[in-house]
């Protein structure tokens, strides 16, 4: 049962962070991050109205899917390498972390061998700390007019993770700068690109992100308690 109750806190907080940002509540979508959490607990979340999860290896999604036999979207919000391009073109139904030209390339070939449209977001390392993925903030732009000409992806907007900050505030400049960026691109009215969701903010900063913009907030822990 504690998993329906966080879901629930958490969509009143961020449904409050919205309304405190003067946004609408019903712009932001919980990506429930599955990472190391079986079939049995996602299915809870499912249950309790979780409808997009997230994944960030492309191997443990595969199984995840097979057992979760409700309709819901699956969403790749880890780095993904061009080895396993093919198989998540055929799961995911978004890419959030599109952050080279080479992979971008790879699911574009992939997605088209499927017949398949793939939304994808660009992700962009803000703050330029070496352990994390993403392209660069000047190197963004072109990323996204680069996968905005293929032909089987549609660019559907940015992703961002900070460095890890115990307070939110601290983060606060990244996410603002995403959604400025964001706003930048959208302004420039790119063919294929299509500016919707800024993918960000996780179980200690959603709130933070919400109100500066945050569409798809990746939520694990606070959902499914501490990972082993
Ligand atoms: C694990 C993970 C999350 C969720 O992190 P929590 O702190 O558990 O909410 C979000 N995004 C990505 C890319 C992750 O790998």
Request: hydrophobic share 40%; proline share 2%; charged share 30%.
């Amino acid at each position: 049962m504690f998993i329906a109750e966080n879901i629930e806190k958490i969509r009143k907080r961020a449904q409050r962070s919205a309304r405190h940002a003067g946004r609408d509540p019903d712009g932001i979508t919980i990506v429930a991050v599955t990472k190391t959490v079986d079939a049995e607990r996602i299915q809870e979340a499912v249950s309790a109205g979780i409808s997009v999860l997230g994944e960030n290896r492309v191997q443990d999604a595969r199984e995840k899917i097979q057992k979760i036999d409700r309709a819901v979207q699956w969403h790749m919000i880890g780095h993904l390498q061009t080895n396993k391009a093919r198989e998540a073109a055929a799961l995911f139904d978004m890419v959030h972390s599109v952050d080279s030209l080479r992979v971008a390339q790879a699911l574009n070939v992939e997605a088209g061998k499927q017949g398949k449209k793939l939304p994808v977001l660009v992700q962009v390392n803000i703050s330029e700390e070496e352990s994390k993925s993403g392209v660069k903030a000047q190197e963004a732009l072109n990323l996204v007019k680069s996968v905005a000409a293929m032909e089987n992806l549609t660019v559907q907007g940015l992703m961002t993770m900070p460095p890890y900050a115990e307070d939110p505030e601290k983060s606060r400049w990244v996410f603002r700068s995403l959604r400025e960026m964001r706003d930048r691109i959208a302004e420039m009215d790119i063919q294929g690109v299509c500016m919707t969701h800024l993918s960000m903010g996780m179980s200690h900063d959603f709130e933070t992100a919400v109100e500066e913009g945050a569409t798809l907030i990746r939520i694990g822990t606070a959902i499914f308690g501490e990972r082993d």
